[in-house]
């Protein structure tokens, strides 16, 4: 009687054990696929920045090419100076995937580069001579390129961004994110405006 006591409590032990040992090895994979969606993110966000660093590499020859035929538009080449120079003043670190806010004043930066450089490109449809440049029609070429990657790269982004949020706060795997200090990660947003079709004036 007694040795069929102790087997049964080793049976319940033994089961007990297995489930615990189960458990454990579900957490440490659940663990690992949150480590390795937390890392595409932070990739494809390097590829964003990637994209972005082109485009400010691009935007000095840019402006002299234009400033060379079109002394008189000051506004517009101090309206980009600035808003390079404001995005290049932002210390971008991984933290800015954590933090909704930061992340919010990068993209309102870079939409406000964008904003600036259309208005370059602009200026520089009413001076003929701008747009028969081959410099210019080069250095608009590479950034029109520029602005097709930053879009395909924000949309990786956001892609991956998407599923890893969707992880993160499916049960039961949120119990371990949120244990492992996992957080949502912010998306690209449209432009404010950017769903009203532009007018065309002639």
């Known amino acids: 009687m007694k040795s069929r006591g102790c087997l049964i409590a080793a049976v319940v032990l033994g089961a007990i054990a297995v489930v615990v040992i189960g ?23 390097s590829q964003v920045e990637n994209q972005y660093q082109r485009r400010a590499d691009l935007i000095p020859n840019l402006v002299e090419t234009v400033k060379g035929y079109a002394t ?25 995937l954590d933090d909704p806010q930061t992340f919010a004043k990068f ?3 870079q939409d406000q580069l964008g904003s600036a450089l ?15 440049n ?5 250095l608009q070429t590479q950034l029109e390129g520029t602005e097709n990657r930053i879009t395909v ?11 890893y949020n969707t992880s993160i706060r499916q049960f039961p795997v949120s119990t371990i994110a949120g244990f492992r200090g996992f957080h949502e990660k912010p998306y690209f947003q449209a432009k ?3 769903e009203n079709a532009p007018q065309v004036k002639f």
């Open 23 to 45: 458990l454990f090895m579900w957490g440490v994979g659940v663990n690992n696929r949150l480590v390795t969606l937390d890392e595409g993110v932070r990739s494809a966000w």
């Open 72 to 96: 008189q538009e000051k506004d517009v080449f101090v309206g980009v100076a600035e808003a390079r120079a404001k995005v290049s003043q932002m210390t971008v670190t991984k933290e800015v």
């Open 107 to 109: 993209q309102a930066a």
């Open 118 to 132: 259309s208005r370059l490109l602009v200026v520089s449809e009413n001076y003929p001579q701008i747009k028969s």
């Open 134 to 138: 081959e410099n210019f029609l080069n």
């Open 153 to 163: 790269e924000r949309k990786r982004f956001n892609d991956v961004v998407q599923a």
């Open 192 to 194: 404010e405006g950017s």
